[in-house]
């Protein structure tokens, strides 16, 4: 994983300049090396400030398997593309690729991308990503986006420049307006404009789902399905976010079965519920457990840094992003570089108490799985990635979600009882009994973040809303929110 960012220079004059801006903002993403392309020339591990130009794309690594280069070039280096992300199914379309004559120049997964492109077959990858692809003989850069959105991208418009970045911050101090790219969407910057255009859609890689009445039949499938996306994203040694809910135990459970080498990483205040629970699972799955505990004086500064991180002073997302934050800070300081989340699981299964009180909530639950990326994905990311660690999500693989489309309403909530169907699963993957039957509580309480930062923020005179908006503003993020 890593940083990409962009730039497309009209007058041809500053594309070296912020490129170099761009991606020294973003560095957080890609510690380990750097590099562009301007105008065709090739410039790693170099400042690329005074290189004058019109057209360049670049990147930060956060080396996961091995250094590889950043920017890949095309047989003939014609085509260069810069990606963030990770490609699942990479092997197989590899082998098929070769077959009609494509040649590799790197062992780097998302190399499959850029000559999936040229034969026109994007649509066979399966992965997380967003990328750019630099088309030098026609001057124009194509940057595209996952159609779940599980990697970030931004652009903005400014004077005779068109940007793009992985993060908003990147772009804010260069452009009059910045937009979020939509997943499975297209930018297309040329020399006359910029179109912006709907490439992917989940129903192409979904295919024709019909509910499964067999219950059986449906928990079956479900374990294959999950085991089988944990395999595909595993790396040794991976951690895992463990609140010991039955997202992440059955995450951790399959984990170890699998026999991966895996750490669970847990954030919480000494006496939270949270973190005397992950405790407690950890040790009934008999797994490595580091634990982050939170004191309330270092929550301002806590608080502050999920500010800067997520680009926003939303209360909703700095509380959920703090414990979440820690958690990464944590799981860096072990020398984690990668961890499993259970990001999904709630949106597709039936997880939040809002849908016990829903007219509707088969529909509220497709809605909130459409807006996960700008809801929850961007927020944990940008934590994430503050601190140089990499989220993989087992429960956003395709054959996944293939599974939860195929469940019907009655085994996601039976009896008021939400996420039945992943209960279900977990007693037969041999869970205890009290883990697959305990509530949901979300992080914000369960950690005990909200209820300290209440009272840090009464101490102070104020609301927690206005508190948190007050420090953003302090810190100048609240001044630079951006039209999205």
């Given amino acids: 994983m890593c940083g990409i960012a962009g730039i497309y220079d009209f007058l041809g004059r500053r594309a070296g300049f912020l490129l170099g801006k761009m991606l020294f903002m973003i560095k957080h993403r890609g510690p380990d090396y750097s590099g562009c392309i301007i105008d065709g020339r090739r410039i790693d591990e170099s400042d690329s400030s005074s290189i004058r130009g019109r057209i360049g794309i670049g990147y930060n690594m956060l080396a996961i398997s091995g250094r590889y280069p950043g920017i890949i070039a095309n047989e003939n280096q014609k085509l260069w593309i810069v990606c963030d992300g990770w490609v699942y199914n990479y092997q197989e379309l590899r082998e098929e690729l070769e077959k009609k004559g494509h040649k590799f120049?790197?062992?780097?997964?998302?190399?499959?991308?850029?000559?999936?492109?040229?034969?026109?077959?994007?649509n066979r990858v399966m992965g997380e990503f967003s990328f750019a692809i630099y088309d030098a003989a026609k001057s124009k850069i194509l940057v595209y986006r996952d159609f779940l959105g599980l990697r970030p991208l931004f652009y903005g418009i400014g004077d005779n420049i068109i940007l793009f970045a992985s993060e908003r911050k990147a772009l804010r101090k260069f452009v009059h307006e910045m937009h979020r790219l939509p997943p499975g969407y297209r930018l297309v910057i040329e020399e006359d404009g910029f179109s912006v255009e709907k490439v992917f859609d989940m129903n192409?890689?979904?295919?024709?789902?019909?509910?499964?009445?067999?219950?059986?039949?449906?928990?079956?499938?479900?374990?294959?399905?999950?085991?089988?996306?944990?395999?595909?994203?595993?790396?040794?040694?991976?951690?895992?976010?463990?609140?010991?809910?039955?997202?992440?135990?059955?995450?951790?459970?399959?984990?170890?079965?699998q026999g991966l080498d895996i750490t669970?990483?847990?954030?919480?205040?000494?006496?939270?519920?949270?973190?005397?629970?992950?405790?407690?699972?950890?040790?009934?799955?008999?797994?490595?457990?580091?634990?982050?505990?939170?004191?309330?004086?270092?929550?301002?500064?806590?608080?502050?840094?999920?500010?800067?991180?997520?680009?926003?002073?939303?209360?909703?997302?700095?509380?959920?992003?703090?414990?979440?934050?820690?958690?990464?800070?944590?799981?860096?300081?072990?020398?984690?570089?990668?961890?499993?989340?259970?990001?999904?699981?709630?949106?597709?299964?039936?997880?939040?108490?809002?849908?016990?009180?829903?007219?509707n909530p088969e529909e509220d639950m497709i809605n909130d799985f459409k807006n996960l990326y700008l809801n929850n994905l961007e927020r944990d990311d940008h934590c994430l990635m503050a601190n140089s660690v990499e989220a993989r999500y087992p429960?956003?693989?395709?054959?996944?979600?293939?599974?939860?489309?195929?469940?019907?309403?009655?085994?996601?909530?039976?009896?008021?009882?939400?996420?039945?169907?992943?209960?279900?699963?977990?007693?037969?993957?041999?869970?205890?009994?009290?883990?697959?039957?305990?509530?949901?509580?979300?992080?914000?309480?369960?950690?005990?973040?909200?209820?300290?930062?209440?009272?840090?923020?009464?101490?102070?005179?104020?609301?927690?809303?206005?508190?948190?908006?007050?420090?953003?503003?302090?810190?100048?993020?609240?001044?630079?929110?951006?039209?999205?």
């Fill in 105 to 122: 120049s790197t062992n780097a997964n998302v190399e499959v991308i850029l000559h999936a492109f040229e034969q026109n077959s994007l």
């Fill in 395 to 484: 429960y956003l693989d395709i054959s996944v979600i293939r599974v939860a489309f195929k469940t019907p309403m009655e085994y996601k909530i039976r009896d008021s009882q939400r996420k039945y169907v992943l209960r279900v699963l977990g007693k037969k993957i041999g869970l205890p009994r009290e883990v697959c039957e305990k509530p949901k509580k979300a992080v914000q309480y369960g950690s005990g973040v909200t209820r300290v930062m209440k009272r840090i923020a009464r101490k102070m005179g104020y609301s927690l809303k206005d508190f948190i908006k007050l420090k953003a503003r302090e810190i100048g993020i609240l001044d630079r929110i951006s039209r999205l």
């Fill in 264 to 359: 669970l990483f847990s954030t919480g205040f000494e006496d939270s519920h949270d973190l005397l629970w992950a405790m407690k699972v950890a040790n009934i799955l008999r797994l490595p457990h580091k634990v982050r505990v939170l004191r309330e004086e270092e929550l301002e500064e806590l608080m502050i840094k999920t500010i800067k991180a997520i680009d926003e002073a939303d209360p909703l997302k700095v509380l959920i992003g703090m414990p979440l934050y820690a958690t990464a800070e944590k799981v860096r300081e072990e020398g984690f570089r990668v961890a499993f989340s259970g990001q999904g699981a709630d949106e597709l299964f039936g997880g939040y108490a809002k849908y016990l009180r829903s007219p």
């Fill in 204 to 257: 192409d890689w979904l295919g024709d789902v019909k509910k499964e009445r067999n219950l059986d039949n449906l928990v079956k499938e479900l374990e294959k399905a999950l085991t089988d996306s944990i395999i595909s994203r595993a790396y040794d040694p991976i951690g895992i976010l463990f609140s010991g809910g039955i997202d992440s135990s059955i995450i951790a459970k399959i984990s170890k079965d």
